[in-house]
């Protein structure tokens, strides 16, 4: 009885551990964004084949301490894209379609994480 426990146990372990090592996929196309730089100038930035599967902070806005969000991102990627108005993918959260139109100005975003749609 034991036996069949351990070897239950021992199937699903390998069975999660095959399922976390697989690899992730980076999205087609890019991300982009715009933001306020240190001269208080609106700048433009992109996240080219961003990762799927991973919470990614926009870096020039990480710090709310020290920056305004970034703003309007254009999701002309394959994936779909939910972005967060705090680093660490919390806060308030928007899904952006793939390939989809700009957004507002007023969508602001401190991370972004890229998903395939069940």
């Given at each position: 009885?034991?036996?069949?426990?351990?070897v239950?146990a021992?199937?699903?372990a390998?069975?999660?551990?095959?399922?976390?090592a697989?690899?992730?996929?980076?999205?087609?196309?890019?991300?982009?964004?715009k933001?306020?730089?240190?001269?208080?100038?609106?700048?433009?930035?992109a996240l080219?084949?961003p990762?799927?599967?991973?919470c990614?902070?926009?870096?020039?806005?990480?710090?709310?301490?020290?920056?305004?969000?970034?703003?309007?991102?254009?999701?002309?990627?394959d994936?779909?894209?939910?972005?967060?108005?705090?680093?660490?993918?919390?806060?308030?959260?928007?899904?952006?379609?793939?390939?989809?139109?700009?957004?507002?100005?007023?969508l602001?975003?401190?991370?972004?994480?890229?998903?395939?749609?069940?």
């Amino acid at each position: 009885m034991r036996l069949r426990h351990a070897v239950t146990a021992a199937c699903g372990a390998l069975a999660l551990t095959t399922v976390l090592a697989a690899p992730a996929h980076a999205a087609t196309g890019e991300f982009g964004y715009k933001f306020v730089g240190f001269s208080g100038e609106e700048q433009r930035a992109a996240l080219q084949a961003p990762q799927s599967g991973v919470c990614i902070t926009i870096p020039e806005v990480a710090d709310p301490a020290a920056s305004a969000p970034a703003y309007a991102p254009h999701n002309d990627t394959d994936a779909w894209a939910m972005v967060f108005t705090e680093p660490d993918c919390t806060g308030d959260s928007w899904t952006l379609k793939p390939e989809g139109r700009p957004a507002s100005d007023r969508l602001k975003l401190r991370s972004v994480i890229f998903f395939d749609r069940p």
